[in-house]
Structure formats: structure tokens, C-alpha cells
């Protein structure tokens, strides 16, 4: 099968099983099929991001990338906007606008890839150079900062990676990347002092979560409870103490793996996992086969996001990374991630599509080089 | 170009490196999950299973009691109170949000109510739950409850009757624990409280709650609230009640008023106890100095008490003596003032004497030689027999606990008790209701309720209707025919004559000129402790009785006085306000 072909199907098998499991553990399930219910409004934030999905995948990406700049402005602005009208969830956070329904430091998560393989393409004579490494620094520098003031400190450390992934999969060297570390442990230094105490908490409860079980290594535990009770088979649909009795906390969103792996077992993990995992996999191969740098450097930057996100959500379900508020991609409840990842699904087959018509060309031309 | 072929050889170069990562990220995620759910799945099986529901009862609510004209008795009232489930938050904590909200100092009262629940504050103010109630959001795991407090508006009046609720006791516990009661539930401590608890007592409601492994409540699963189921409407009349209790005021003593039926209108018994007192939780400093007093305010002076009835027990020494034909309504004695028997004189209370009497005469006037004479003819036992034949000796079966029985004493029991022979003094003693003789109030107002009855003993009764939880009737009582005393019609005319001439002519002249006849007996038992016991017992009309009086007070002197004048104006009171023929309004 081809890669856009599969890509597709994984996408779609992905955003199903997130709803069933959003269905499972739904507080208010017996809403049924409206907006009241949490799996209800996932599946319309499903239709309404599939229908992106069409427009990403028809539009050439390479146009999408031309506009750079425009998209960085924008996501610029609105990051502004959150600081300046934004409103606050329950952490006092301010991330949100238009009432609670968009939250554009996701959109950061498709705009930063798309302004770096634009900003590397256009500069591709200075790969890899200090000049264009403190230059491209500079530029992610300001998004990530907006979003670390929200405080959102899951998102800036996504984007940051994107920054680290770019660097490395278009072939920085060690000393380039010696002199980021250096740069990154000064910020990190000076963040720590701007870091608000429940993040700083979180960050300790996740070395010793037994240290404070009723405060902030609470989440930690129950849901690491949730994952182990869940056993090899699980303890059924809709079944499981954990997520129906409601102790795991955020068991729709940031911990939506445990209360999957406590009804479906370590069977079910693994098949998610491998289902996730097969789709970055897909992801890599469409950068391999993209036909140009743009292309490569897109596909190769939206696998970095997926993998970290995957990594720090899974993790952070199974206690070994920190509780930062990243969701899964696909199956965690949110609509600004799903629509912004079903979108980078668009993009990815656009770029699948392109690739195949390339390649041909290529192998030709290889062929007749060789 | 060959920038871009350098940079693209380059590129995919990096991605199969980061492809390598990939699988090597995955592959730890993999061996993590196996290492929680496989290999570790007994230890957080464990941890989960200690995440589970706690169910927190509710306390039931206890029926009503109303009078017989539906005014409350007894009644469980709402009243607020903050409710900190445990584990949610921090004692402290609590208190300091509660207090930001109240925005006031408050007293906090915390104690531990059933399992998982501590009480913060008891009887919260309905202001005070309303600002709650508005931010019950800041307060997870601090709840508004509503709980029941027992109320007694009639108070100290009835407290006798109703009895009241406290707190069950390791002892009741476990006699009652097979019908589910638990520690904390409260339960009837006297009176009707007690004797129909299984009727009174309400369904508990309980809420469940879903705690985690740490003890904190994550979410109220179910609630069911708790109810109650019987409410109970008593025979008495709360008014009249009100007014003979309070003709008793500042004496030691009881009324019981009734009809002769069974039904009960009146047990007042002086002094009492206010039972909104001991509902609401004495300490227990003030629960022994109430026990302790020397006035034993606990103490039903009706059923609980025994004293020698004095001269009202010649109507049972009349009918032994008519009915066994000693005496007949010709048979008259000489009384001048004492009898001598076995060169003992043995004197009348009218050292002066009566005269000849008769035995209408000498009911009139309670002429101790008379019944002497009587007395000594029938024998302590034959005496005895026809007190028993009235039920006396043995509890009536009335609807409170702790009635006592008379001591009934003949020549089998004083040798057994006393290792002592019987003296014809003795019998001559038991003539007139003293010596061993000791009586409640109660029975001697059952004997009265015989006697208007002619013989047919009715059991007594408070309880007149059993409601349901929408107040429907349930169950009524009906008048019960416990045992009849067949004697001859000519027997009863004579006694009931005499007791009419008691009012007309006699010792009861107190009663006089009331528009219904009236038939009464007084009595003055002598009292080694102290002032006469004065009795003064009755029933009116004398041809249909519909109505039975008892009033006896302790250390009052002469049955005449002040027991015949209270008896007195509680049957002016009956008549202004109830009436013998529109009494059921
Ligand atoms: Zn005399």
C-alpha cells in the first residue's frame, strides 16, 4: 500500500479508537450524541477537522510553505492576543480565546514546522551555520516564549524540540549542537526563576510522586494505579475502577491512556502504542520520499512533534516523565490538537502525494546516473 | 543543485537515525507498560482495590406523635449542619475556607459522626447555609447536611408519656442489632419513644462515595435520602393535659384522666423533665445530677411509684364483702370511733365516730370500722382475690415501659417476704389500704375504670392511630375486653350508690353541685415519712360513665382537700371545654 494511503487509514483508525475511549470514560456520557457530552463534541471537532483534512491535502504544500512568514506573523499575533484578552482554565492559565474554544498555542504546533522548512529552505546555502542556527534560535525564541508566559509550559517544550528536531534532522553538527545545549541550560537557568510553583511541584513530584500522594504526585499515581490494575487483558469496556470511579484525574484528556490501558489491558496499550508508533514510522518514510527539502523538512518536523507528544503523554501515564499537560495525539479529548493534527495529516498526504510523482522522477534519475 | 543533493544525502542520513530512535523510544514505552501491568499488576491490583466506595448512612427520620387532635407531641425537625467527609481536605483547612466564606468568626464543633463523615459545625444558622449552598463549589468535600433534631413542644407536660431519644447504647445495641440498628443510630428511651421505636423508627438514608486508594472522595456516586415511616396520633389530649399538669404545679403527684374504655386522656406526673433537653445531649455531669435528684423527676409517679392507697381501696373490700354476701344493703355497723379486737383498739379516722352505717353510709363517709368489720369477716385472701380479679397485681399492659405492679400482700406472701405470721391487724390494715398494701396510681385508676364499667376491664391505651408516611390511617386502636368481673347487679348498684353519696353527702363534697352525677372515692393513705398521700378518684356520668379521674398527691393530708378540690376543677374543665356529649370535635 502506498504511504498517503496508509497514512490515512492509521489517522482514521487513531481518531476512532480516541473516541471510544473518550466514550468510556465520559462524565456525562448519557448525554449521548450532543454537544453536552465530551465524545460528542470530539466527534464534531472529527468532522470539522477531517473537512480540513481536504483542504490541506488538495492545496500544495509548497504554497502553504511560500507563506512563511505570514503564518509566523499570525500565530505571533494571536499568541498575543492570549496574553492580552485571553482567558483562564482552571489551573489559571491563560491559553484560551473565543470563549474557551481555541487554543492557539496548538496551531504554534502546525505553524512553527511550516515557517522552519520554509526559513531552512530559503537559507539552505547556510546549512549548517551558527549564523542560521542563532537566526532560526531567534525566530522560535519568540513563540516559545509568548506560550511559556502563558504558562504553557507542555507546548513551549513541544516547540522547542520542533527547533532541536530541525536542527538535527537537517544536519547540524556536534559543536553546533554543544553551544545549543550551553544556550539552552543558561535559559533554562534564568526560566527556572520564572517557573510558577505548581510547575516547579510537578516537576519534583515526578522524581518521588509517593512524597506528596494526596497533592501533586497524586495524578502520577492513579494513574499508573490505573494502568497496573489494568493488567495484560484489562478489565473490560467501560469496566475498571480507576477511570469509571472517576480517581484517575483528566482520564479524558492528558491521562486518556490509563483509563484505555486499564479497560484494555497491556494488550490494548501496546496495540495503541504500536498503532502510533506505525504511524510515525509512516511519517518518516513520506520525509524520506518527499521530493523536495520543504517537503522533507515538514514531514520530518510534524514526526518529531508526534513522537515527543507521544513520548511525554505516554510517559507521563506511566510515570516517567513529567506531568506537563501534553495530550495524545488523535485520542486525547481537545479540539484545537485534534484539528490541528488531522490537519498535519492533510499536509503529510499532500506531501506523500507529491512525493510519489517525484520519485518516480528521481529513481529515473538515479538509475540513470548510476 | 548540489547543495540540495548534499543537504538531501545528509537529511536522509539524519532520518534514519531518528527513525532509530523512534523504535528505541517505542520500544521502552512497550517495556514500561509491560513492566506496571504485567509484571507489577498484583502490587497496583492491590492499590486499586483499596480506591472503593464508602457508604455513609444518613440518619432516619423519626415519625411524629400527634395528640388526638392532631397536635404535634413529638416531631422531627430539620436543622443544617457542615459535614466535612474525610479525606477530601484538611481539618483545618476546612475551617479556614468556611470561615472566608461566612467572612465571621464561628465556633466549630468537630466530632466524629458515622464512619468517613466529621460534623464541623451543628445547627448551622439557614443564613449561614445559604452562603454555603452559594459557593459550594470553593468547598469540595464540605457538604450542607440536613439531619433531625427531636422536638417536644408540649415539654416537660408529657415527658412522662412521650419519653424521648438518645443515642443507642452498647446494650441496646446488642439486643437490637439483628433488626439493623448501628452505633450511631438514636433510638426511644421511655415512654411511647420506646414501646413503638419499631413503628417511630424511620428509614435511613445513605449517600455512597467513591474514595481512591489515598482516602480522599473523588464524587458522590448515589444518594438516597432517609424518610420516615409511621407517624402515631396518642389518645391524649394535649389541652387538658396542659391544665392538669399544671394543676399538680409545685406538688409531687399524678393525674390520670380516661375513658373507661382504655383510651387515656391525661398522665401528668409532677415533677418532670423537659425531654428537649435530653434529646439534644446532656453531658454527663447534668444527666446524673438529673437522675440523682432527690425530687426523681424520671420517676412515671402514675405507673412507677407505689404508695398504700388508702381508703379507695375499700371499694374493693365493699364488693368482696357484698358479692361474697358477708354484707348486704341491710348490714350495718356501730362505729363509735375505733374497734377493739383482741383487746387492740383499732381506731376510725373519725375518732368521734360515725354512728350506725350502712354500706353506702360508710363509702360516704370512709368508715375505717365498717370495712374493719367487713374485712374481718372475708379474710385477707378473699380480699386479695377480688383485687386480682380487677387485674390488679399484675401490669396492665399499658403503651409505656416500666409499669410496675401492686403489692397485692396476704398471709402466704408475708410469710415468704417478711417471715412473719399474719396479724388480724394486718387484715384489719388491708381494710383500709395500708399497711403492706402499695399501689401505682394507675391501678387504682384501672379498679375505678372496672367499677364504671361494671366489671368489664378494658386494656388501656395511648396510642389511638398508627398514620403512614402520607399520612394515611393505617391502624386504629380499638377498645380491647381484657377480662370481666361478674358480679351481681345489686352489688354494683350498692357500690356505685355509695360512691355517688361520697360527692353528695360525703368526703367528696368538693365535687359538689357539678351539673353530671358524679361517682368518687377518697383516700388519705397514711405516710410513715411524712404528711398524708391525698387521693381522689372517679368517674362521671354515674349512669353512663364516660369519663375516669385520678388525682393523687403526695404529702397533701386529707383526700378531701386538695386532691377533691383539683379532681374538682379538672372536671370543670373537661365539662367548659370538652363536654360529655360534643367531646369529639
Ligand atoms: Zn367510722
Known amino acids: ?221 492513579q494513574s499508573q494505579i490505573a494502568i497496573g490494575a489494568g493488567g495484560l487483558g484489562g478489565q473490560g469496556w467501560l469496566s475498571g475502577k480507576q477511570s469509571q470511579l472517576r480517581f484517575l484525574p483528566a482520564r479524558h484528556t492528558d491521562f486518556i491512556f490509563a483509563s484505555w490501558c486499564e479497560q484494555m489491558g497491556f494488550l490494548g496499550g501496546v496495540a495503541l502504542i504500536l498503532l502510533l508508533g506505525f504511524f510515525i514510522w509512516i511519517m518518516i518514510r513520506i520525509a524520506r520520499h518527499a521530493p523536495d527539502l520543504e517537503g522533507k523538512l515538514l514531514a520530518s518536523l510534524f514526526g518529531v512533534i508526534f513522537v515527543f507528544q507521544v513520548l511525554v503523554n505516554v510517559g507521563m501515564n506511566m510515570g516517567v516523565m513529567p506531568v506537563t499537560g501534553i495530550p495524545l495525539p488523535f485520542v486525547s479529548y481537545g479540539g484545537s490538537a485534534l484539528v490541528v493534527n488531522v490537519a498535519i495529516v492533510g499536509l503529510l498526504y499532500n506531501i506523500a502525494n507529491s512525493g510519489r510523482k517525484k520519485v518516480a522522477k528521481c529513481r529515473f534519475r538515479w538509475d540513470y546516473q548510476q | 543543485m548540489i547543495w540540495d543533493e548534499k543537504i538531501s544525502e545528509e537529511i536522509q542520513h539524519r532520518l534514519t537515525v531518528f527513525g532509530w530512535i523512534c523504535f528505541l523510544i517505542f520500544t521502552l514505552l512497550v517495556v514500561r507498560l509491560w513492566y506496571l501491568s504485567v509484571f507489577q499488576e498484583e502490587w497496583y491490583k492491590e492499590k486499586s482495590e483499596r480506591n472503593w466506595l464508602r457508604i455513609i448512612p444518613l440518619q432516619a427520620l423519626r415519625g411524629s406523635i400527634y395528640d388526638r387532635y392532631g397536635k404535634v407531641l413529638a416531631e422531627d425537625l430539620p436543622r443544617f449542619r457542615l459535614v466535612l467527609l474525610e479525606g477530601s481536605m484538611d481539618v483545618k483547612e476546612a475551617q479556614r475556607k468556611v470561615k472566608e466564606i461566612l467572612g465571621e468568626e464561628i465556633g466549630f464543633q468537630v466530632k466524629d459522626m458515622s464512619p468517613g463523615e466529621k460534623v464541623l459545625i451543628e445547627d448551622l444558622p439557614l443564613e449561614k447555609v445559604i452562603k454555603i449552598e452559594e459557593r459550594r463549589e470553593e468547598l469540595p468535600g464540605i457538604l450542607v447536611e440536613s439531619y433531625s433534631h427531636r422536638f417536644y413542644p408540649a415539654e416537660e407536660v408529657l415527658a412522662h408519656v412521650i419519653g424521648y431519644v438518645g443515642r443507642i447504647t452498647a446494650e441496646e445495641l446488642k439486643n437490637l442489632s439483628s433488626s439493623g440498628y448501628e452505633v450511631w443510630d438514636t433510638v426511644g428511651k421511655g415512654g411511647i419513644e420506646l414501646f413503638y421505636e419499631s413503628l417511630l423508627r424511620g428509614e435511613k438514608g445513605y449517600r455512597k462515595v467513591g474514595v481512591d486508594a489515598l482516602g480522599r472522595v473523588r464524587s458522590v456516586l448515589e444518594h438516597s435520602p432517609a424518610r420516615l415511616r409511621n407517624s402515631l396520633v396518642l389518645t391524649v389530649d394535649l389541652e387538658f393535659q396542659e391544665y392538669c399538669y399544671h394543676l399538680l404545679q409545685g ?58 392507697p388508702g381508703s379507695i381501696f375499700k371499694l374493693v373490700v365493699a364488693l368482696a364483702g357484698l358479692e361474697e354476701k358477708v354484707i348486704s344493703a341491710r348490714t350495718s355497723f356501730s362505729c363509735p370511733g375505733f374497734l377493739e379486737y383482741s383487746g387492740k383498739r383499732y381506731y376510725c379516722w373519725n375518732r368521734a365516730g360515725h354512728g350506725s352505717v350502712n354500706v353506702e353510709r360508710a363509702l360516704a363517709h370512709s368508715c375505717n370500722v365498717f370495712f374493719y368489720n367487713v374485712a374481718l369477716a372475708l379474710g385477707p385472701e378473699k ?53 403492706y398494701l402499695l399501689m401505682t396510681p394507675f391501678e387504682v385508676y384501672r379498679l375505678l375504670c372496672g367499677v364504671a364499667t361494671r366489671g368489664k376491664i378494658y386494656r388501656p391505651h395511648f396510642l389511638q392511630a398508627v398514620l403512614n408516611r402520607e399520612g394515611k390511617l393505617i391502624r386504629e386502636v380499638t377498645p380491647v375486653l381484657e377480662r370481666e368481673v361478674n358480679l351481681r347487679g345489686e352489688t354494683w348498684d350498692l357500690l356505685l350508690k355509695g360512691m355517688e353519696l361520697v360527692v353528695t353527702q360525703g368526703t367528696g363534697y368538693a365535687c359538689r353541685d357539678v351539673p353530671v352525677n358524679i361517682a368518687a372515692k377518697t383516700g388519705t393513705a397514711q405516710n410513715p415519712h411524712g404528711k398524708d398521700h391525698s387521693w381522689f378518684g372517679g368517674f362521671f356520668p354515674v349512669d353512663q360513665p364516660r369519663v375516669v379521674f385520678l388525682v393523687m398527691l403526695e404529702n397533701s393530708g386529707d383526700g378531701s382537700g386538695e386532691a377533691a378540690h383539683a379532681a374538682r376543677r379538672l372536671i370543670d374543665w373537661f365539662l367548659k371545654y370538652r363536654g360529655l356529649t360534643d367531646e369529639e370535635r
Open chain 2, 251 to 308: 406538688k409531687r403527684g399524678t393525674i390520670i384522666v380516661g375513658r373507661p374504655t382504655g383510651e387515656i386522656l391525661v398522665l401528668a406526673s409532677q415533677p418532670s423533665f423537659d425531654p428537649n433537653t435530653l434529646s439534644g445531649g446532656l453531658t454527663t455531669q447534668e444527666w446524673s445530677r438529673l437522675v440523682q435528684s432527690e425530687k426523681r423527676p424520671f420517676t412515671n409517679r402514675a405507673t412507677q411509684a407505689l404508695y398504700p
Open chain 1, 1 to 221: 500500500m502506498r504511504n498517503d494511503k496508509i497514512l490515512l487509514c492509521l489517522a482514521c483508525v487513531l481518531c476512532f479508537l480516541g473516541l471510544v475511549a473518550i466514550y468510556s470514560v465520559d462524565p456525562a456520557r448519557e448525554a449521548g450524541w450532543s454537544m453536552q457530552s465530551f465524545f460528542g463534541r470530539q466527534f464534531f471537532w472529527n468532522v470539522f477537522g477531517w473537512s480540513l483534512f481536504i483542504f490541506f491535502a488538495l492545496i500544495d504544500y509548497r504554497v502553504l510553505v511560500k507563506l512563511g512568514w505570514l503564518w509566523y506573523f499570525l500565530l505571533l499575533l494571536a499568541l498575543g492576543a492570549v496574553l492580552v484578552f485571553g482567558e483562564s482554565d482552571e489551573t489559571g492559565a491563560r491559553r484560551w480565546i473565543f470563549s474557551q474554544s481555541v487554543q492557539p498555542s496548538e496551531f504554534a504546533k502546525i505553524i512553527l514546522p511550516l515557517f522552519l522548512s520554509f526559513y531552512l529552505s530559503k537559507n539552505r546555502e547556510n546549512i549548517p551555520s551558527y549564523a542560521l542556527l542563532l537566526k532560526s534560535g531567534f525566530w522560535v525564541f519568540l513563540p516559545v516564549g509568548l506560550i511559556f508566559l502563558e504558562p504553557d509550559l507542555g507546548t513551549s517544550l513541544v516547540l522547542l524540540v520542533v527547533w532541536l528536531g530541525m536542527l538535527f534532522i537537517s544536519g547540524f553538527g556536534r559543536n553546533h549542537f554543544a553551544l545549543v545545549g550551553l544556550g539552552l541550560g543558561g535559559i533554562g537557568a534564568v526560566g527556572w526563576s520564572f517557573l510558577k510553583d505548581y510547575q516547579k511541584e510537578r516537576l519534583f513530584t515526578f522524581l518521588d510522586p509517593w512524597k506528596d500522594p494526596l497533592g501533586s504526585g497524586y495524578n502520577v499515581l
Open chain 2, 383 to 435: 380480699i386479695v382475690q377480688y383485687a386480682q380479679k380487677f387485674g390488679l397485681g399484675t401490669p396492665s399492659g399499658l403503651d409505656i415501659p416500666g409499669e410496675k405492679a401492686s403489692l397485692l400482700p396476704t398471709p402466704l406472701w408475708k410469710r415468704q417476704n417478711q417471715r412473719e405470721m399474719w396479724y388480724p391487724g394486718d387484715t384489719l390494715n388491708l381494710a383500709i389500704g395500708q399497711g
